[in-house]
């Protein structure tokens, strides 16, 4: 099962900006959550500022097709944010708002996740890693529903398979596997501080749910999914009208010629 992943590339270059990127983001996460945890309104806000800023900074030294998908991935997730948790109430925040900081937040994960899956320690190791993951992930999700635990966790079983299946049959499994990495750590700060709490049962499957649910990054994977899928789409368009308008252009300008002539 484990072939689906880049077979072992000692020629691929170790890129500093990647690791940075992670480990840059690793840390604003844990100083956000642990900082939110107690913060009034106006402090949250004031994350929000610095979580745009820092974001709009990592993304100076990127290509553009990799902004649009950053782009895309802080829309889709803030819609989905707004959706999961004041309307359907899946999980709440303290203020039972969807903080300033998250959505430039989801745009850091992402591209966090993008770097590490383009690392040169990811490909070179791909499938140890995808080995290490699905394990952890997996007992994570038996234990979850082995009843030993006071909540139950049957929806992160069922996001563990949606994983599974983003991971083995997605197009990005080295993206999805990094997403599971910074998704973990931030969900279980998260959590653990009370900047937000999962719902013990879950508003749409009526299941138990833990907090976080194991499976958690299978989210994560659909907004990563999009954002991949989206851009290619946009900037498809974007050539597109491009090469019309350079189209139209042309046949102006030999208009133009024909007429002076």
């Not at 000692?10 to 844990?30: E, G, L, P, Q």
């Not at 979580?51 to 997730?77: H, N, P, S, T, Y």
């Not at 299978?218 to 851009?231: N, T």
Request: hydrophobic letters at 50%; glycine letters at 10%.
């Amino acid at each position: 099962m484990l072939r689906h992943f880049p077979q072992i590339n000692h020629n691929y270059s170790h890129h500093k900006r990647d690791y940075f990127i992670a480990v840059f983001t690793f840390v604003c996460v844990a100083i956000c959550l642990l900082t939110d945890a107690h913060a009034p309104m106006e402090k949250q806000n004031a994350l929000g500022v610095c979580g745009w800023v820092f974001l709009f900074g990592l993304l100076l030294g990127e290509k553009i097709d990799v902004r649009v998908q950053v782009g895309i991935a802080v829309i889709f997730a803030t819609i989905g944010e707004h959706f999961a948790s004041p309307y359907m109430g899946g999980y709440t925040y303290r203020f039972h708002n969807v903080p300033a900081y998250v959505p430039p937040g989801h745009g850091m994960v992402y591209l966090t996740a993008v770097a590490l899956a383009r690392s040169g320690f990811f490909m070179t190791y791909a499938r140890q890693i995808a080995t290490f993951v699905v394990s952890v992930c997996g007992i994570w999700s038996l234990w979850g529903i082995s009843g030993i635990p006071d909540q139950g966790d049957a929806v992160g079983a069922l996001l563990f398979c949606v994983f599974l299946a983003y991971l083995f049959k997605g197009r990005s499994p080295m993206v999805y596997l990094a997403a599971f990495f910074i998704t973990t750590w931030l969900e279980l700060i998260g959590t653990a501080v009370g900047t937000w709490k999962w719902a013990a049962i879950d508003p749409v499957l009526g299941w138990t749910q833990g907090n976080p649910p194991s499976g958690v990054a299978a989210w994560y994977c659909l907004v990563d999914a999009v954002a991949l899928g989206g851009s290619a789409i946009v900037m498809s368009t974007v050539k597109c009208i491009q090469d019309g308008l350079n189209t139209a252009k042309s046949r102006k300008n030999t208009f133009q010629s024909a007429e002076s002539e």
